[in-house]
């Protein structure tokens, strides 16, 4: 196997290569610890023809690749695991932006471009990249299409997959495949780009892509509403919908346990509200116009608060009151690591059934282990519902995710039942690869 190492090393050139345990480390290892791989070479290409010359010579000497973008995945893709004998290709080393057309409303960038400085660049052309990640600092925009992101605004911009007009990638063999169009409508063969984006590279590496742009709201209306249990929130979602339009950005789910888990442990976050309840949702709109949204969130609420929909709501004064609402939500995934194990689950299922299926899957663990604490939360505009699970306070950690196959079968059985996916915006990885 050296002579097609010494090949690849030849074709990444002397700064696109490591062999060294400790520069490699951080990059076999998934960041919140759960996997632990090992290479035989880690690689950093430069370019798309880099990229190529290693994809053919892997392909003629039947060497493995795994493709790895911010090393953010949260289902274990981007390790190459012990015995399959890969080789990593990081792609950060591919970071540029190569081109923005503000009249198209399109910017097309490498794959290793954070999304962060995807989002800067578009909004230094008065533009918006609408994908929002918590990672977004790091996650890279090759990750993001391979695993068709999704996000805190699907709701009216769509997945990944929506976002996506254009892909340039290496297929299997090493040849580059361009499809760098920004074309809205092109009605000339297959949409074969869509079968790369969620394809978590198993038919190729992304190398760029041409992505939409959008105009950058002017006016926003952010409001954390308190509401009777979950099938309440999902009329109110209708309601919303039915009052803004398009103009419903976001429209998160949140239980009360996980505004106690951020406020013990984030500083400075509160809960603006002055009476605890079972459930929350955080509600924003926004438009490109100059609107009085605020008056239209207020307007809904209220009558909301009328049909016993809501029993108060707090609305944002100000951008900083904003944030500090969006922080309950943003934090909720990370504190869980705060309060011991966590077992976590990217369910989706029709919104009409999101109540259901909480209720159903919050008896069905809680029979199983009494004490343990679901966390049910996410994006109830699209259906997409994080179901996670913190252990019990006095369980040792250790014996709680010995039973995350135990938990994975009882929450994806229900989810099966009611017509949903075990995966709604994670991908499948090494983590659920054999649940299908």
């Given at each position: 196997?050296?002579?097609?190492l010494d090949a690849i090393r030849a074709a990444v050139g002397p700064g696109g290569f490591s062999d060294t345990p400790a520069d490699i480390a951080p990059f076999l290892r998934e960041h919140r610890g759960l996997y632990q791989g090992e290479t035989a070479l880690f690689v950093q290409p430069a370019s798309t023809?880099?990229?190529?010359?290693?994809?053919?010579?892997?392909?003629?000497?039947?060497?493995?690749?795994?493709?790895?973008?911010?090393?953010?995945?949260?289902?274990?893709?981007?390790?190459?695991?012990?015995?399959?004998?890969?080789?990593?290709?990081?792609?950060?080393?591919?970071?540029?932006?190569?081109?923005?057309?503000?009249?198209?409303?399109?910017?097309?960038?490498?794959?290793?471009?954070?999304?962060?400085?995807?989002?800067?660049?578009?909004?230094?052309?008065?533009?918006?990249?609408?994908?929002?990640?918590?990672?977004?600092?790091?996650?890279?925009?090759?990750?993001?299409?391979?695993?068709?992101?999704?996000?805190?605004?699907?709701?009216?911009?769509?997945?990944?997959?929506?976002?996506?007009?254009?892909?340039?990638?290496?297929?299997?063999?090493?040849?580059?495949?361009?499809?760098?169009?920004?074309?809205?409508?092109?009605?000339?063969?297959?949409?074969?780009?869509?079968?790369?984006?969620?394809?978590?590279?198993?038919?190729?590496?992304?190398?760029?892509?041409?992505?939409?742009?959008?105009?950058?709201?002017?006016?926003?209306?952010?409001?954390?509403?308190?509401?009777?249990?979950?099938?309440?929130?999902?009329?109110?979602?209708?309601?919303?919908?039915?009052?803004?339009?398009?103009?419903?950005?976001?429209?998160?789910?949140?239980?009360?346990?996980?505004?106690?888990?951020?406020?013990?442990?984030?500083?400075?976050?509160?809960?603006?509200?002055?009476?605890?309840?079972?459930?929350?949702?955080?509600?924003?709109?926004?438009?490109?116009?100059?609107?009085?949204?605020?008056?239209?969130?207020?307007?809904?609420?209220?009558?909301?608060?009328?049909?016993?929909?809501?029993?108060?709501?707090?609305?944002?004064?100000?951008?900083?009151?904003?944030?500090?609402?969006?922080?309950?939500?943003?934090?909720?995934?990370?504190?869980?690591?705060?309060?011991?194990?966590?077992?976590?689950?990217?369910?989706?299922?029709?919104?009409?059934?999101?109540?259901?299926?909480?209720?159903?899957?919050?008896?069905?663990?809680?029979?199983?282990?009494?004490?343990?604490?679901?966390?049910?939360?996410?994006?109830?505009?699209?259906?997409?519902?994080?179901?996670?699970?913190?252990?019990?306070?006095?369980?040792?950690?250790?014996?709680?995710?010995?039973?995350?196959?135990?938990?994975?079968?009882?929450?994806?059985?229900?989810?099966?039942?009611?017509?949903?996916?075990?995966?709604?915006?994670?991908?499948?990885?090494?983590?659920?690869?054999?649940?299908?």
């Amino acid at each position: 196997m050296s002579a097609p190492l010494d090949a690849i090393r030849a074709a990444v050139g002397p700064g696109g290569f490591s062999d060294t345990p400790a520069d490699i480390a951080p990059f076999l290892r998934e960041h919140r610890g759960l996997y632990q791989g090992e290479t035989a070479l880690f690689v950093q290409p430069a370019s798309t023809e880099a990229v190529a010359k290693v994809v053919s010579i892997c392909a003629q000497a039947k060497i493995a690749i795994v493709p790895q973008g911010g090393n953010t995945g949260l289902v274990g893709g981007q390790i190459p695991f012990p015995g399959d004998h890969a080789i990593l290709l990081n792609l950060s080393r591919m970071n540029k932006v190569r081109a923005l057309d503000p009249d198209n409303d399109t910017i097309t960038v490498e794959a290793g471009c954070t999304l962060a400085a995807l989002q800067q660049a578009a909004e230094a052309a008065d533009r918006l990249f609408p994908l929002s990640l918590a990672s977004e600092g790091s996650c890279q925009i090759g990750g993001n299409i391979s695993t068709n992101a999704g996000g805190n605004a699907v709701l009216r911009y769509g997945n990944m997959r929506d976002l996506v007009l254009g892909i340039e990638a290496v297929l299997p063999d090493g040849r580059i495949w361009n499809g760098l169009r920004g074309l809205r409508k092109d009605n000339t063969g297959y949409d074969l780009k869509q079968l790369f984006i969620g394809g978590e590279g198993t038919l190729g590496i992304v190398t760029a892509a041409v992505c939409k742009l959008f105009p950058r709201p002017r006016t926003v209306a952010t409001a954390l509403v308190a509401v009777p249990d979950v099938a309440a929130a999902v009329s109110l979602f209708g309601r919303l919908k039915q009052t803004s339009g398009d103009r419903l950005t976001a429209f998160e789910l949140i239980p009360r346990i996980g505004i106690d888990f951020v406020t013990r442990h984030i500083p400075g976050a509160r809960d603006p509200l002055t009476k605890a309840v079972d459930w929350y949702v955080l509600a924003e709109l926004s438009s490109a116009g100059e609107e009085d949204l605020r008056h239209r969130l207020e307007a809904a609420l209220a009558t909301a608060l009328e049909e016993g929909l809501a029993s108060d709501a707090a609305i944002a004064e100000s951008g900083a009151q904003a944030s500090a609402l969006w922080a309950l939500r943003e934090n909720l995934s990370d504190v869980q690591k705060l309060e011991g194990g966590s077992i976590k689950h990217d369910i989706s299922v029709p919104i009409s059934a999101i109540p259901a299926f909480i209720t159903e899957a919050s008896k069905a663990v809680t029979a199983a282990l009494p004490g343990i604490r679901p966390v049910p939360f996410g994006h109830i505009g699209d259906g997409n519902v994080h179901f996670n699970l913190s252990q019990p306070p006095a369980m040792d950690r250790d014996a709680f995710l010995d039973r995350w196959a135990e938990f994975n079968r009882i929450v994806h059985d229900i989810a099966a039942g009611l017509g949903g996916s075990i995966s709604a915006e994670h991908g499948l990885g090494f983590m659920k690869r054999d649940e299908i």
